[in-house]
Each structure stands twice: as C-alpha cells, then as structure tokens.
C-alpha cells in the first residue's frame, strides 16, 4: 500500500470571502478564525507554512519581561494572557520554563527595578508557574558565571514552544478542518484592485508554474517581513514603509559540559539582553537586532553577529572550551517590525497593528504589521473581528489544565504502547509533537514494520510521522516534514546520512521512483544548508578561545 497526498484541485475563478496571503503563525491563525467564523477562506503560502520567520523565532511564549522597560503593561498583560491559553491547550508543544536572570555588577538595571518588574510580570501572568525551579539550576549556573565579577540571579517563569512549526501545522489542520481551502507553495503575484477595492489576486503554483485568478471580498496580507512587497507588487501606495524589518540570528551549540539546566537571561558584551536557552537538546543562543531591508527569503546571520554572540556567551561562562567546529548551526530571521526609523530597533514596539488600505485606494485589504508567536491567535481574533467575522462563542480547546497536562500526555503514551509495536520512547516522542493526533498516527503504525521504523537511526521518530504529514498536513516536499513536520532535522545530530536514510524509508511507503527520491533529497539538502548555515569564517575570538 502507498499513501498519496491530497490532489490540489484548481482554484481558476473560485469566489472566497477571505483571501490570506502569508502562511506563518499569523497567516495560518487568522485562516482558521476566519474558518471558524463560517467564511470561505482561502490561505496562499509562496513556501511552506512556517517557513518564514516562525521558524526562525527564539521560541519563547513570554509576556516580555524587558517590555515592562518600555512601560508596554498592555502589551505584556496581553501576551500573559496567552501565554496561559496556549499552556491550557497545546500542553504538548507549549510547556514552563524556569528562567535565570543572571547581571553582573555593572548592569544598568537596579536589583530594586528587577524585582519590582518580577513581582508585576508575575501578577501580571496570574502567579507562579510550574517550571520545576530548583535552587540546583541556580547553583549550577553560578559555578559557570565569570567568577572575577558580583552576579545577581534573579528567579521566574515563562514558557517554551520549542516547535511553533508543529503549532502551526496543528492550527492548519484545524482550519481546513473548518473549511479553509490552504494552499503552500503557491505565491501571490499581485493583488487585483480595480475601482479603489480589492477583488482577488493572481496566483502563481510554484510546482506546477500555473498561474490562476481567484477573487475575494476581504484581502489580509500577512507576509510578515515581505509585507510591503505585496503591496508594491500591487501598485497599492501606503505613505511609508509599514515595516522596518530587523534581522534577529541565533547560534545552536551543544550542550557543553555543564550547562545550565535552566533558560539564562542576560546581557550581552553591550548589554544589550540576549538568551542563552536549552533548546532540542542542544543549547540556543540569541539575538541579535540589525537593520535588515533585503531579501527576508535569503536572510542569514552575518560573521560580526556571530563573533557577538560567541563573544557574549565566552564573556559569561569564560570556562566553557569552545571552537566554532562546535556551533551546529546558526540561522535568522526578519522581525516585521512597524517602521520606525528614529527609533533604535529593541524600543519599537513588539504590539502587533492591522493596516487598513482603504485610504491607500484598496478597500477591504488589511496588513498584518508586527507580533509574536505568543499573541498570534489574539490578533488573529482582532483580525477576523475588523473584516465582521467573529466567531459568536470563541470556544477554546480545552484539553488540559496545567495541573493534569501531563497526566495526560502520560495517559497517550500508554495507551499507544499498549498497542504494541511501538516502543515507549517512540510513543512519547510521537506524542510531545502530535498531542491527540498522536493515536491516529501510531494507529497507522500499526499497518507495517515500515511505517514503525523510525526516519533514521538517530532517531525515535517514524516513518508513520512523515506519511500523516503528507496526507493530513498539507507537506508537499521532503523539506516541509524534515524541517517543520515532523522537525528531526533540527535536531543534534542531523547529518548527510541521516537524510538520505530518512528520504529512503519515507519514499519507499510514498512509493517514490528513483527519480522522485533523488529529487526531493537535493531539494531538502540545499533548503537545510540555506537556513541552518554552518559559520563561514573562523573569528578570531573563537579561535583564541580554542587554544
Ligand atoms: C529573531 C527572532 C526571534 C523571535 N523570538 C520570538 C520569541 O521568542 N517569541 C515570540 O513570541 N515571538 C518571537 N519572534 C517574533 C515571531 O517570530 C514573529 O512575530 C512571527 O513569527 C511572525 O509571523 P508571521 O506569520 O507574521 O510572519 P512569517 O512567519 O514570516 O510568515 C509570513 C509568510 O508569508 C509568506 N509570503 C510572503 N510573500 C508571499 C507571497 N507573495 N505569496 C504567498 N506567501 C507569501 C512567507 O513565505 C512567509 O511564510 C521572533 C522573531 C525573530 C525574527
């Protein structure tokens, strides 16, 4: 037996009530409220859904701590608040974290003002959450710290959605399960004003090369960093840039001797505040802010960010041994900011807005500016609201309280190992990626030894993983399952045999030829080197830090 994907059926002429260009975490979310609102919505992606800067996120769900400098109480009560949503309902994907704020005797910021601003982000966020803090993660992180200065640790919680690809592979499903025709790997060319109004846009299939006119009553463009292009493309004038993108690169290492067990916050060699985080067993470090107006498709970290980073973390923890042949890989992404070229890039604010074109001449056309991955079902409910299609009860999943989350997820394991076939570590790792669906997928498992085996032998992922993502979430190539599907390739010990062991076994219960296999394993080798690049250049500082 083999497993196709869906046919994607032509959308020539098709009429919807809402067209959402742009298949991020915004795009995605405001699909499904749309959906759910009874509105035939249609959601057009140029690559893969989360492809852009979703995945380029540092993949905390935080209110912002640092935002309450900015005095942004409504902008950190707001993500509070979702935060504790997204906890409730994707117990699996979104998890606490116990954070360590660690500043040296010549911070900027005051002990007073530091614990003033943790007693408010606390109350703020409802009380404490349960992030297994021990005074261990302290005392492991204090035996790193640079000894030759006075550190104050400071103590709190936020929380970590170490995949937003899976939240929003989980969010598409739900909307199409609502009715929302989605569609990746398709790009909008342009959008069709005529008399002052928005009709539709014309579409470009970027497998097929076929291009089709589809029309619409409301356009929401949430492109994110491309936001403007849309709108250049389409000979829609706004008075100035909407946003003023700034590159933000992260550096992945392993998880070196020691390392905290805990999320550090700290300042960086200009104090700027960076993260130094357990991530995917590994450790991530990050960010940086530079002004960024090219390409957000070919955006990578430049050599300058990556000595900073590297140089931050050594100035911290001068004990840890470091060479660059230990950074895994490094990747960036673009913050669609609004433009605000006066200010410096961290005082512009993180608060989402939704652009109306009408005074640009292209009524019924809203643009996403701005966000994060934290808040991005509340301005996908703000923006359904502003196009008339709200839900009448807003319904929240709830599959668990934070108390009993992980009771529950222990219950699916269970009931998955129980049905043999599938080891323990299997089925949690199946379940920590796939929550509910999980059953489905390890029912599938149940068919063959080839759906059981996992996509390589670093891995407790399997195959069944990858068929469901073909079949059931929209993956059209080998990249979108090994990069945002089911995410192995982000992971430790990802390598050239790895892919080729997992294009195997996938290809051969998707029935592939040898054609196919060859193709999608060079079209999934050159987007892996594109977005998670190794450092070109040796830094002097690295270098020195080696001998
Ligand atoms: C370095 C960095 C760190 C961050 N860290 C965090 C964090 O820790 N926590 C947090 O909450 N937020 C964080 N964020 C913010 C968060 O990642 C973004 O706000 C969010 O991902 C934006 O999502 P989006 O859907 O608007 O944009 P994107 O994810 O960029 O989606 C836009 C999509 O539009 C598509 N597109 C563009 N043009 C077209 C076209 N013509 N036709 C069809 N599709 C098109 C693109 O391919 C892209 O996939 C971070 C951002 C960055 C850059």
Same mark, same amino acid.
Request: one cysteine or more; hydrophobic letters at 40%; a neutral charge.
């Given at each position: 037996?083999?497993?196709?994907?869906?046919?994607?059926?032509?959308?020539?002429?098709?009429?919807?009530?809402?067209?959402?260009?742009?298949?991020?975490?915004?795009?995605?979310?405001?699909?499904?409220?749309?959906?759910?609102?009874?509105?035939?919505?249609?959601?057009?992606?140029?690559?893969?859904?989360?492809?852009?800067?979703?995945?380029?996120?540092?993949?905390?769900?935080?209110?912002?701590?640092?935002?309450?400098?900015?005095?942004?109480?409504?902008?950190?009560?707001?993500?509070?608040?979702?935060?504790?949503?997204?906890?409730?309902?994707?117990?699996?994907?979104?998890?606490?974290?116990?954070?360590?704020?660690?500043?040296?005797?010549?911070?900027?910021?005051?002990?007073?003002?530091?614990?003033?601003?943790?007693?408010?982000?606390?109350?703020?966020?409802?009380?404490?959450?349960?992030?297994?803090?021990?005074?261990?993660?302290?005392?492991?992180?204090?035996?790193?710290?640079?000894?030759?200065?006075?550190?104050?640790?400071?103590?709190?919680? $936020?929380?970590?959605?170490?995949?937003? #690809? &899976?939240?929003? +592979?989980? =969010?598409?499903?739900? @909307? /199409?399960?609502?009715? %929302?025709?989605?569609?990746?790997?398709?790009?909008?060319?342009?959008?069709?004003?005529?008399?002052?109004?928005?009709?539709?846009?014309?579409?470009? $299939?970027?497998?097929?090369?076929?291009? #089709? &006119?589809?029309? +619409?009553? =409301?356009?929401?463009? @949430? /492109?994110?960093?491309? %936001?403007?292009?849309?709108?250049?493309?389409?000979?829609?004038?706004?008075?100035?840039?909407?946003?003023?993108?700034?590159?933000?690169?992260?550096?992945?290492?392993?998880?070196?001797?020691?390392?905290?067990?805990? +999320?550090?916050?700290?300042?960086?060699?200009?104090?700027?505040?960076?993260?130094?985080?357990?991530?995917?067993?590994?450790?991530?470090?990050?960010?940086?802010?530079?002004?960024?107006?090219?390409?957000?498709?070919?955006?990578?970290?430049?050599?300058?960010?990556?000595?900073?980073?590297?140089?931050?973390?050594?100035?911290?923890?001068?004990?840890?041994?470091?060479?660059?042949?230990?950074?895994?890989?490094?990747?960036?992404?673009?913050?669609?900011?609004?433009?605000?070229?006066?200010?410096?890039?961290?005082?512009?604010?993180?608060?989402?807005?939704?652009?109306?074109?009408?005074?640009?001449?292209?009524?019924?056309?809203?643009?996403?500016?701005?966000?994060?991955?934290?808040?991005?079902?509340?301005?996908?409910?703000?923006?359904?609201?502003?196009?008339?299609?709200?839900?009448?009860?807003?319904?929240?999943?709830?599959?668990?309280?934070?108390?009993?989350?992980?009771?529950?997820?222990?219950?699916?394991?269970?009931?998955?190992?129980?049905?043999?076939?599938?080891?323990?570590?299997?089925?949690?790792?199946?379940?920590?990626?796939?929550?509910?669906?999980?059953?489905?997928?390890?029912?599938?498992?149940?068919?063959?030894?080839?759906?059981?085996?996992?996509?390589?032998?670093?891995?407790?992922?399997?195959?069944?993983?990858?068929?469901?993502?073909?079949?059931?979430?929209?993956?059209?190539?080998?990249?979108?399952?090994?990069?945002?599907?089911?995410?192995?390739?982000?992971?430790?010990?990802?390598?050239?045999?790895?892919?080729?062991?997992?294009?195997?076994?996938?290809?051969?219960?998707?029935?592939?030829?040898?054609?196919?296999?060859?193709?999608?394993?060079?079209?999934?080798?050159?987007?892996?080197?594109?977005?998670?690049?190794?450092?070109?250049?040796?830094?002097?500082?690295?270098?020195?830090?080696?001998?």
């Amino acid at each position: 037996m083999s497993y196709a994907p869906p046919i994607r059926r032509p959308l020539e002429g098709e009429r919807f009530h809402v067209i959402v260009i742009g298949g991020g975490i915004n795009g995605v979310a405001i699909a499904r409220e749309c959906a759910r609102a009874g509105r035939r919505t249609l959601l057009v992606e140029q690559h893969d859904f989360a492809a852009g800067t979703t995945s380029r996120a540092t993949r905390i769900i935080h209110g912002g701590l640092r935002y309450l400098e900015h005095a942004e109480i409504g902008l950190v009560h707001e993500s509070l608040v979702e935060r504790r949503r997204l906890l409730r309902e994707r117990p699996h994907l979104v998890h606490p974290i116990h954070f360590l704020l660690a500043l040296d005797q010549n911070s900027g910021r005051s002990a007073l003002a530091i614990r003033t601003g943790l007693w408010l982000y606390r109350r703020l966020g409802g009380g404490k959450l349960q992030a297994g803090s021990s005074r261990e993660d302290q005392q492991k992180l204090e035996r790193l710290l640079d000894s030759g200065r006075r550190w104050s640790v400071f103590s709190y919680e $936020d929380a970590q959605c170490e995949f937003p #690809e &899976r939240l929003v +592979a989980e =969010w598409l499903v739900e @909307a /199409t399960e609502a009715g %929302a025709v989605a569609r990746n790997h398709t790009q909008v060319l342009a959008v069709d004003v005529r008399h002052r109004r928005v009709v539709g846009v014309l579409l470009r $299939d970027q497998l097929s090369g076929k291009e #089709e &006119r589809v029309e +619409a009553t =409301w356009i929401i463009n @949430a /492109t994110g960093p491309w %936001a403007d292009r849309i709108c250049q493309r389409s000979r829609i004038q706004t008075p100035h840039p909407m946003v003023g993108g700034v590159r933000g690169s992260h550096i992945v290492l392993p998880r070196f001797a020691g390392a905290p067990d805990a +999320a550090v916050y700290t300042e960086a060699v200009d104090k700027r505040p960076i993260f130094v985080i357990p991530w995917n067993e590994q450790v991530l470090v990050g960010t940086t802010e530079v002004s960024d107006q090219g390409d957000p498709g070919k955006v990578q970290p430049s050599p300058e960010e990556i000595d900073y980073l590297v140089r931050s973390l050594l100035h911290l923890f001068p004990g840890v041994k470091l060479s660059t042949a230990d950074i895994r890989y490094t990747f960036a992404g673009v913050r669609p900011l609004p433009f605000a070229p006066k200010e410096n890039a961290s005082a512009v604010t993180r608060k989402h807005h939704l652009h109306d074109h009408a005074p640009d001449g292209a009524e019924h056309m809203i643009s996403v500016i701005g966000g994060k991955l934290t808040t991005a079902a509340e301005l996908a409910r703000q923006c359904a609201s502003k196009i008339g299609a709200s839900r009448k009860s807003s319904k929240t999943l709830a599959i668990a309280s934070a108390q009993n989350a992980e009771l529950l997820l222990d219950r699916w394991v269970i009931e998955i190992g129980n049905r043999g076939g599938i080891s323990e570590d299997t089925a949690r790792g199946i379940v920590e990626w796939h929550g509910r669906r999980a059953l489905d997928i390890s029912r599938m498992a149940l068919r063959s030894a080839e759906l059981r085996a996992p996509l390589c032998s670093h891995t407790e992922h399997i195959v069944a993983e990858a068929v469901d993502a073909f079949t059931g979430e929209g993956a059209v190539t080998l990249g979108d399952v090994l990069l945002r599907r089911v995410p192995v390739a982000l992971g430790a010990c990802w390598s050239p045999t790895c892919s080729r062991e997992a294009a195997a076994r996938i290809g051969a219960v998707m029935g592939w030829n040898e054609t196919q296999s060859a193709d999608q394993l060079e079209a999934f080798e050159s987007e892996r080197s594109a977005f998670l690049r190794k450092p070109a250049r040796v830094s002097s500082v690295l270098e020195a830090a080696a001998d």
